[in-house]
């Protein structure tokens, strides 16, 4: 017999705007359908999995394997009716009833609905309302209510099949949800906890609030780079991608640019993906004389392809001469070009190390970074 679950998403959601229906509408890269889908599918105790879709929407269902898609009816207690008789060639034992509208069901919810039906004939869970409530008329308060014992409802609400599908069958008129339905039946329907994360998306601005939840904690990565290049005879440095003419050049495998390297060691230590010298060994010929946005542009697409974008880089260069001042504006762009940043997302500054050390004794340059990076 098993557990089945219903998920409704024949409703045209026309109060929460957009150019579609707010089930098929993206919600931090899937849809609301989508999302439903995958929590039912992902739990090991749901069997049977009906979606009930408007008849204009069932070009979206393809590649739904697994799933028994079905026509909705002309209201929601119509597309229940339709959902349950379609479990009617294998009748589960129990059957949950959920709206797509709230992608932010959680496995823990199916667990308590499920886990009350195994002595109760219905189980829904719920929010205690702990806000003050108003009567109001004309936008003026008239009255207030009592909120003792109210609960605000939420899906899926888990019901005996045949018993819920007599009671659907037998009801007249329309139903807010189907717990109405069930206690017009004389069905007892135990509470069982909700969670603010199962919200219902009605107007506009509850996709906001989904996407937040539904993303899951903000994943925030930030990385360190610091590098050191020796002077050599020349007569021009390479500093964030800007040549710079100077009485000496940097000594390096590649261009040498201290401060690009820094930079991106910083994106590779944000990723725990190493350093330059593990992407690009200095004993390989074939990185000798590499301009250093090779690294660089590197760095940038691994970050990508693991789900991240870069929000903030700053560097600080560390010499006696040349003088950066004139040059930072320049540096700024081109940094952010590379890295596909606004230049007021890219700090690029210098200092001194007051004449001490190798910096001091104009012996080379050394470059430190930060950079922030953010989950996409």
């Known amino acids: 017999m098993g557990n089945a679950v219903i998920l409704v998403a024949a409703g045209k959601g026309e109060r929460a705007g957009g150019d579609a229906p707010k089930q098929w509408r993206d919600l931090a890269g899937k849809s609301a359908v989508d999302w439903c889908l995958q929590t039912f599918r992902g739990h090991p105790d749901i069997d049977q999995i009906v979606l009930v879709v408007n008849s204009d929407d069932f070009e979206k269902t393809k590649g739904f394997a697994g799933i028994n898609v079905i026509t909705g009816g002309a209201n929601r207690m119509a597309s229940v009716l339709n959902g349950l008789n379609a ?43 702990s806000d003050a409530l108003w009567r109001g008329k004309d936008a003026k308060v008239i009255d207030t209510t009592d909120r003792t014992g109210l609960y605000r409802a939420q899906t899926p609400q888990g019901f005996r099949y045949r018993s819920i599908l007599q009671a659907h069958k037998n009801f007249t008129g329309d139903a807010a949800d189907d717990v109405e339905v069930a206690l017009a039946a004389g069905i ?84 725990g993906q190493g350093d330059i010298g593990q992407w690009f060994p200095p004993s390989d010929p074939q990185w000798e004389g590499s301009e250093s946005d090779v690294f660089l542009r590197h760095a940038c697409n691994l970050m990508v392809k693991e789900g991240f974008h870069l929000t903030h880089v700053d560097c600080t260069i560390i ?58």
């Open 87 to 129: 479990l009617g060639e294998n009748p589960p034992e129990k059957v949950l009833i959920h709206d797509v509208a709230r992608p932010g069901v959680t496995p823990e919810i199916i667990d308590g609905v499920l886990g009350a039906l195994k002595t109760s004939c219905a189980a829904a869970p719920a929010l205690a309302v």
């Open 188 to 271: 007892d329907v135990k509470i069982v906890p909700g969670d603010e994360s199962n919200f219902k998306i009605t107007l506009p601005a509850d996709f906001a609030r989904a996407e937040n939840f539904l993303r899951g904690p903000m994943d925030i990565r930030t990385g360190n780079g610091f590098d050191v290049h020796a002077f050599e005879p020349g007569n021009q440095v390479t500093l964030c991608g800007v040549d710079i003419a100077h009485d000496k050049s940097l000594k390096g495998h590649s261009d040498a640019d201290v401060a690009m390297h820094a930079v991106t060691d910083a994106l590779y230590g944000a990723l």
């Open 319 to 376: 010499c006696e001469e040349p003088k950066i001042g004139p040059h930072s504006t320049a540096m700024r762009q081109k940094m952010a070009g590379i890295m596909g940043l606004s230049a007021d997302r890219v700090s690029i500054k210098a200092t001194t190390s007051e004449s001490l050390g190798f910096t001091g004794r104009k012996e080379g340059i050394a470059a430190m970074a930060t950079a922030t990076l953010v989950k996409s």
